[in-house]
């Protein structure tokens, strides 16, 4: 079973400020893809990245980035100098990979993130 | 990326009727998937849309209260039978686009707004 924990239900931040929003995971594969979504009010979900769980490597992408740790089954996402504009809900969500199909996507309860002028 | 379309976008409907929400790509894809977000909540896979035969549902969802068709590669529906207030939710439809064994991108449709009176 897959299982996804996101343990901030809430976090409010003052503009500029880093914040950095956790997530734990559960899996029994041994290939798996992990995933962050932004919900913005309008509902759409966003892609924002995904990760292979044979890559490690932490990842930039302007003021977001991702530090994956397979040691600690965690896959936590920073926002640098956060704007107004990333108050959202973020999920994490996870995919195992079984006989070289992708399982349907697990997700944790999501994070609110507000951030305040 | 492939591009999702979901009609209708909202909906208000009376309890005891059935809703379809349809799910348009833009491209051939190899999986699509249906989700239900219910108000405050993260997303639950209701079921995976197998082209050709009848979905997979995940537990707790029956075909007969959420009857799926898929005729092709590119197109889906979901139906939302009987309806009553609990399934005031947001219905979004996903799809997995393989780019090779080792890639894979899961998009989601804008969502389709149900309110259940």
């Known amino acids: 079973a897959q299982k996804v924990t996101q343990a901030q239900t809430e976090i409010s931040v003052v503009e500029k400020e880093d914040v950095t929003l956790d997530c734990v995971y559960e899996t029994r594969d041994t290939t798996y893809y992990l995933f962050w979504y932004k919900q913005p009010p309008s509902g759409e979900l966003v892609f924002l990245i995904r990760r292979n769980s044979f890559d490690e490597q932490n990842e930039i992408s302007g003021r977001y980035s991702w530090n994956f740790q397979k040691s600690t089954s965690s896959f936590n996402f920073t926002i640098t100098a956060s704007q107004v504009v990333d108050s959202a809900v973020y999920f994490c969500?996870?995919?195992?990979?079984?006989?070289?199909?992708?399982?349907?996507?697990?997700f944790g309860s999501g994070t609110q993130l507000t951030v305040l002028p | 990326s492939a591009v999702i379309s979901q009609k209708p976008s909202r909906d208000i409907c009376q309890r005891g009727t059935s809703l379809t929400i349809q799910c348009q790509v833009d491209?051939?894809?190899?999986?699509m998937f249906w989700y239900r977000q219910q108000p405050g909540q993260s997303l639950t896979l209701i079921a995976t849309?197998?082209?050709?035969?009848?979905?997979?549902?995940e537990s707790g969802f029956v075909i007969d209260k959420f009857p799926i068709s898929r005729p092709n590669l590119t197109f889906s529906t979901l139906t939302v039978s009987n309806m009553s207030p609990e399934d005031s939710s947001i219905y979004l439809c996903s799809v997995v686009d393989w780019d090779s064994v080792t890639l894979y991108e899961q998009y989601f449709g804008p969502g389709t707004r149900l309110t259940v009176t």
């Open positions: 491209s051939q894809v190899t999986m």
């Open positions: 849309a197998n082209q050709g035969s009848e979905a997979t549902y």
């Open positions: 969500a996870l995919s195992g990979i079984s006989s070289g199909s992708a399982r349907q996507l697990t």
